[in-house]
Nanobody, 116 residues
Framework: QVQLVESGGGLVQAGGSLRLSCVASGSNFIFNTMGWYRQAPGKQRDWVATFTSGGSTDYADSVKGRFTISRDNAKNTVYLEINSLKPEDTARYYC??????????WGQGTQVTVSS
């Protein structure tokens, strides 16, 4: 059974940084894409960034220049480096992994809270 486990969230002051990690286990294949979403209280879950197995990345406009996604295929792990944190970045951050557009998995999320 595939599981995604996120870690690295926490409470930080505005302007600070965090590094989120997501480890996938239980699969015998490399996910085509691994990425991050976030959901603030009372709001919908929004896409943040994606890293494909081929090495390409893409970011939501709201995080470009501050967030960096990286991936270690050998470890089936994806990371999200978050810099210059803003209070509006406060949300629960979820890891997503997809395989051939058919299988999709989600983690339980890790909370990021930014104080002003």
């Amino acid at each position: 059974q595939v599981q995604l486990v996120e870690s690295g969230g926490g409470l930080v002051q505005a302007g600070g940084s965090l590094r989120l990690s997501c480890v996938a286990s239980g699969s015998n294949f490399i996910f085509n894409t691994m990425g991050w979403y976030r959901q603030a209280p009372g709001k919908q879950r929004d896409w943040v960034a994606t890293f494909t197995s081929g090495g390409s990345t893409d970011y939501a406009d709201s995080v470009k220049g501050r967030f960096t996604i990286s991936r270690d295929n050998a470890k089936n792990t994806v990371y999200l480096e978050i810099n210059s944190l803003k209070p509006e970045d406060t949300a629960r951050y979820y890891c997503q992994a997809r395989f051939k557009g058919v299988l999709e998995y989600w983690g339980q999320g890790t909370q990021v809270t930014v104080s002003s």
